[in-house]
């Protein structure tokens, strides 16, 4: 049932940042991560629901951990979109996540546990409505919020009893379980971010993507004063070409600094840029990308072309 109603929309590499037990998240993540973001319906779990558009952005403001943020905007009212974490023990689960809106938003949050004094074939499916008010950073803590509770035969989809607690009571009450919790945000249709997720003591936060540029050049060897072509491009962990817009560097060998040698680059249709520069002297060239809403800035490794007064070499393969 969770894995037919919760289902991740897409997957993205994640990587332990060696610091305690956060764990860094370029996308929404999948059921391997411990944790991913999902989208259900507002009114009830397995209702209507639309996959949002995401983002990773800076920001906004000061992002709670690190510098950036996963940004969802829903494709219209209805759908909560946010984190999902499978649990063993609903008693320390300690679910939360820091969310900002600029508008401000409403949500909702599930839960289903198979608590000890559930029936054969019956499972507990808890309810909290959420709200989150404009233009701040603001925690959501699970283990505080008041669930409406239903105890489903599984069977027949039937509810044959209700009653309203936090959590914590809940537990107190009906014993611990196993189960996950899903809590999710934009039910209004206002967009928002969310960052610093929390769950079975563990910590996701969401970065930027990892990226490489390559460069390439048409001659190693130039007579002083000729033109060299420069071709570079980005690409993702999984070697796709991203289009990001490059800006080419020189220097002479030996120095610490580089100079700008063309604006930021126009990117063709095969998401390569290109530069055509005169060497009037031995130098080194790089492309440079600059940082962006998603990924850090880099550079290419240096590529040298040697100026002489005499024959150019034949073009480099």
Not at 115 to 121: I, Q
Not at 170 to 190: I, S
Not at 258 to 268: E, F, I, K, N, Q
């Amino acid at each position: 049932m969770a894995a037919a109603l919760i289902a991740p929309w897409a997957m993205a590499p994640a990587h332990a940042d060696g610091v305690g037990s956060v764990t860094t998240m370029t996308g929404p993540g999948s059921p391997l991560d411990g944790m991913y973001l999902t989208y259900v319906g507002c009114d009830t779990i397995g209702g209507v629901a639309s996959a949002p558009a995401t983002r990773i952005n800076r920001g906004p403001d000061a992002a709670p951990l690190g510098r950036r943020s996963f940004g969802l905007v829903p494709s219209g009212a209805g759908t909560g979109s946010g984190p999902t974490i499978s649990f063993l023990s609903l008693a320390s689960l300690g679910a939360g996540v820091d969310v900002r809106s600029s508008n401000g938003t409403t949500g909702v949050s599930y839960i289903w546990v198979t608590s000890l004094d559930a029936p054969l074939g019956h499972a507990w499916r808890g309810r909290a409505s959420l709200a989150v008010s404009p233009a701040s950073w603001q925690h959501v803590d699970t283990a505080t919020l008041p669930y409406e509770w239903q105890l489903i035969d599984l069977t027949t989809g039937t509810a044959i009893a209700v009653e309203s607690s936090t959590p914590t009571d809940f537990v107190a009450r009906h014993g611990d379980g196993a189960g996950y919790v899903v809590t999710g945000f934009g039910c209004d249709g206002n967009a928002f971010n969310v960052d610093a997720v929390t769950g079975n003591g563990r910590v996701w936060d969401f970065e930027g993507l990892s990226l490489a540029t390559s460069i390439t050049a048409s001659a190693q060897t130039v007579v002083e004063g000729e033109q060299v072509s420069v071709a570079g491009s980005v690409t993702d962990g999984g070697g796709r070409i991203t289009g990001d817009p490059l800006v080419l560097q020189s220097r002479v060998p030996g120095a610490v600094e580089w100079t700008d040698a063309s604006p930021l680059s126009y990117v063709g249709p095969d998401g390569f840029s290109r530069a055509t520069v005169a060497v009037t002297e031995t130098q080194e060239f790089r492309w440079l990308r600059p940082e962006s809403e998603y990924a850090d800035a880099g550079a290419s490794e240096p590529v040298l072309v040697t100026a002489t007064p005499g024959q150019a070499d034949a073009p480099a393969g």
